[in-house]
């Protein structure tokens, strides 16, 4: 394989300047250096397993309309920007990689299991409309008659065919294949410090003492983005892990169709969905829980979800139960992504994109490139750079 040749002989020489280095190979550092080289630009991705990351664990819904939540409307437009690029990107993507994501136009429904829970996706519904999205309001009977599966006290639901799916391990596996076909080079090793050289970022120093040097570094470190050492204390990122537990449970063939789109549910305050896949996998989480660092996968977590899906969807636990993981998302202060330019010349933020991250993916991809080759954020990311979390004398700056 191509990973094993470039771990032992590296076709970089460290002393070459590439014009982008990404820090980090998740889904979002793989997209923004696969644009990247498709712009012409010479780029590196350090990254210890490049398609790791958040996205190993992620459901991977593409729920811009059923996860808006209060407070978050300017977040909104860039999730429905991205949800509207990504039947293009994954048809670019698959046949520049040669191989399937998993992308499913299925839909989503959003139940309510008692009188609470309705009052509540009511509220939902009422923000979904004043927001100039597309929902509709089901009755239980109905619900149920568009999954049969489905417990017998739900109270009702919304239709929001508008929302989909994607395999995020799949998409990253797609993505680490179109960045090698398009010249991007790894170096499989952890980045330890950035380097910084006239009050300029210039590269990093990787874990096992290589030096990777850049015109343009992109910090896209998920969760981890804060920890590199060598960032200046003004454009350190504020992201935070918050950890998911999610279950995987496979789909014999005697009880296909099992569900026919994405189910999620607030049960006792607790948020649950499930995904299924058409290869027979079903996808069950997640929880979200401030643990900083902690990825221990708990038996009260499997228990919350089983206890909470078995409520929504009672002949889940008659399914084999294949896997459990637990992932830490990058959280920001105001549950949006930084992205672009800091305050630093030479180094751009692509993180703290939380739990939209595979949602994020396209429009991510598209911004960063324009960042990279223009030096400017595109309309639609303006609101997200990573001075709005800039120092008070800034802000202050700003205000003269």
Same mark, same amino acid.
Request: glycine share 12%; proline share 7%; charged share 20%.
């Given at each position: ?123 939902l519904h009422g923000l979904q409309q ?105 454009v350190v990122p504020p992201v935070r ?25 607030? *049960?006792?305050?607790?948020? +649950? =969905?499930?995904?299924? $896949?058409?290869?027979? @996998? &079903? !996808?069950? %989480?997640? #929880? ?8 221990? *996968?708990?038996?009260?977590? +499997? =228990?919350?979800?089983? $206890?909470?899906?078995? @409520? &929504? !969807?009672? %002949?889940? #636990? ?83």
């Amino acid at each position: 394989m191509q990973s094993s040749r470039t771990d032992q002989h590296p076709r970089t020489a460290p002393t070459e300047i590439s014009d982008v280095l990404v820090v980090g190979g998740g889904i979002i550092g793989l997209v923004i250096a696969w644009r990247a080289a498709q712009r012409g630009l010479r780029t590196v991705v350090a990254d210890p397993e490049p398609g790791g990351g958040a996205a190993r664990v992620a459901a991977g819904m593409l729920a811009a309309v059923t996860e808006l939540h209060y407070g978050e409307e300017t977040l909104l437009g860039l999730n429905l920007a991205s949800a509207a690029r990504y039947p293009a990107f994954v048809a670019e993507l698959e046949e520049a990689a040669g191989q399937d994501t998993g992308y499913r136009a299925c839909g989503t429904l959003a139940v309510a299991l008692d009188a609470d829970d309705r009052a509540h996706l009511r509220e939902l519904h009422g923000l979904q409309q004043r927001s100039g999205l597309t929902s509709e309001w089901l009755s239980g009977r109905e619900c149920r008659r568009l999954e049969p599966m489905l417990a017998p006290g739900v109270r009702g639901g919304l239709r929001v065919d508008g929302d989909h799916q994607i395999d995020p391990r799949r998409l990253a596996a797609a993505l680490v294949t179109a960045c090698e076909r398009a010249g991007v080079l790894f170096h499989r090793a952890f980045a330890s410090r950035l380097t910084v050289v006239r009050d300029r970022a210039t590269g990093v120093v990787l874990e096992d003492g290589g030096v990777l040097t850049a015109d343009r570094t992109v910090l896209a470190g998920g969760s981890l983005s804060g920890k590199l050492a060598g960032l200046p204390s003004d454009v350190v990122p504020p992201v935070r892990p918050v950890k998911g537990q999610v279950l995987r449970l496979r789909v014999p063939r005697a009880y296909a169709p099992f569900l026919s789109r994405s189910v999620r549910a607030v *049960v006792r305050g607790s948020h +649950v =969905y499930l995904v299924p $896949r058409e290869n027979g @996998e &079903l !996808v069950v %989480g997640a #929880t979200s829980e401030e643990q900083g660092w902690d990825t221990t *996968v708990t038996a009260g977590g +499997v =228990y919350e979800l089983l $206890r909470d899906a078995h @409520e &929504l !969807v009672p %002949g889940i #636990t008659e399914l084999p139960f294949t896997e459990a993981s637990a992932g830490l998302r990058p959280g920001s202060p105001d549950n949006a992504p930084l992205l672009g330019p800091t305050a630093l010349p030479g180094l751009d933020l692509a993180t703290g994109h939380y739990r939209n991250g595979v949602l994020l993916t396209p429009v991510t991809g598209d911004a960063m490139a324009d960042v990279l080759t223009t030096g400017e954020l595109p309309e639609v990311a303006r609101p997200f750079t990573p001075r709005r979390f800039s120092p008070a004398p800034a802000r202050q700056e700003q205000l003269a």
